[in-house]
Nanobody
Framework: QVQLVESGGGSVQFGGSLRLSCANS????????VGWFRQAPGKEREGISC????????VYTDSVKGRFTISRDNSKNTVYLQMNSLKPEDTAVYYC???????????????????WGQGTQVTVSS
């Protein structure tokens, strides 16, 4: 059973940085693409980035491109989302999700993913 746990959220000021982690404590994540989503108050959940199960492919939505970097360390069963130059509009609950043998082809489609974490809050103040 895949159990994803996000960590690394918190409160930062405009322009600050955070690194989110998505860990699977019980089983390997090697065979899963991992996507990051976020949901701001009153808004729909938004897919923002994904890394393929091989790590060879990464994708980003336009609003985070150039500021966020997704990576994975399969030896630690962990996927990271490095977030730089944070803006108030990045404030949201951030979720990671796993897609078995995924290649991130439809990374913004939540139904593509098999497992979800519980989310971690990111708050950016101006």
């Amino acid at each position: 059973q895949v159990q994803l746990v996000e960590s690394g959220g918190g409160s930062v000021q405009f322009g600050g940085s955070l690194r989110l982690s998505c860990a699977n404590s019980q089983y390997t994540l090697d065979y899963y693409a991992v996507g990051w989503f976020r949901q701001a108050p009153g808004k729909e959940r938004e897919g923002i980035s994904c890394i393929s199960h091989s790590g060879d492919s990464t994708v980003y939505t336009d609003s985070v491109k150039g500021r966020f970097t997704i990576s994975r360390d399969n030896s630690k069963n962990t996927v990271y989302l490095q977030m730089n130059s944070l803006k108030p509009e990045d404030t949201a609950v951030y979720y990671c999700a796993a897609d078995l043998f995924g290649e991130c082809g439809h990374y913004t489609d939540a139904s593509e993913y098999d497992y979800w974490g519980q989310g971690t809050q990111v708050t950016v103040s101006s």
